[in-house]
């Protein structure tokens, strides 16, 4: 049985339609703020904007037990967390990272769609950048 038939058996059908809609929208929205994390200009809102989707995703993923996507997003969130105490802008190497992170995201969206089991984690996505400007 995949992740989706998982959740439509443990949780009412509506919760579940509604988590996938949001879900798909966030990481939709990731990559182009992700970029922007290199534009001074825009740094700090794309920052904060990352950091209330990564927040949003730990959350509705924690309410329907879907823990590796929990346990990333724990970690990003506290990644963006010490981001935001940084002026910015972000060096290649953190956006990059962030980029693999949005691809982890992206392979659990078909995952969820395909009804799949939910593909791991990526061991590259443990070993954090230096988050300072180079």
Same mark, same amino acid.
């Not at 825009?42 to 929990?70: C, G, M, W």
């Not at 910015?88 to 956006?95: A, D, K, Q, V």
């Not at 693999?100 to 939910?118: G, I, P, R, S």
């Given at each position: 049985m995949g992740a989706r038939r998982e959740l439509e058996k443990q949780f009412d059908f509506e919760i579940v339609d509604e988590f996938l809609d949001h879900f798909s929208m966030m990481?939709?929205?990731? +990559?182009?703020?992700?970029?922007?994390l290199? /534009?001074?200009?825009?740094?700090? #809102?794309?920052?904060? +904007?990352? &950091? #209330?989707? &990564?927040?949003? %995703? $730990? !959350? =509705?993923? !924690?309410?329907l037990q879907l823990e590796p996507i929990t346990r990333l997003s724990v970690f990003v969130e506290d990644v963006l967390e010490q981001m935001r =105490?940084?002026?910015?802008?972000?060096?290649?190497l953190t956006t990059d990272w962030l980029l693999e992170v949005n691809d982890?995201?992206?392979?659990?969206?078909?995952?969820? $769609?395909l009804d799949n089991?939910?593909? /791991?984690? /990526? &061991?590259?996505? %443990? $070993? %954090?950048p230096d988050l300072e400007v180079a």
């Amino acid at each position: 049985m995949g992740a989706r038939r998982e959740l439509e058996k443990q949780f009412d059908f509506e919760i579940v339609d509604e988590f996938l809609d949001h879900f798909s929208m966030m990481v939709d929205i990731m +990559e182009p703020l992700v970029v922007e994390l290199e /534009k001074p200009e825009v740094y700090e #809102r794309s920052v904060d +904007e990352l &950091f #209330r989707i &990564f927040h949003n %995703l $730990k !959350s =509705a993923s !924690s309410y329907l037990q879907l823990e590796p996507i929990t346990r990333l997003s724990v970690f990003v969130e506290d990644v963006l967390e010490q981001m935001r =105490a940084l002026d910015g802008p972000s060096n290649t190497l953190t956006t990059d990272w962030l980029l693999e992170v949005n691809d982890m995201y992206l392979t659990w969206q078909d995952d969820l $769609k395909l009804d799949n089991e939910l593909s /791991k984690v /990526k &061991f590259s996505l %443990l $070993k %954090l950048p230096d988050l300072e400007v180079a």
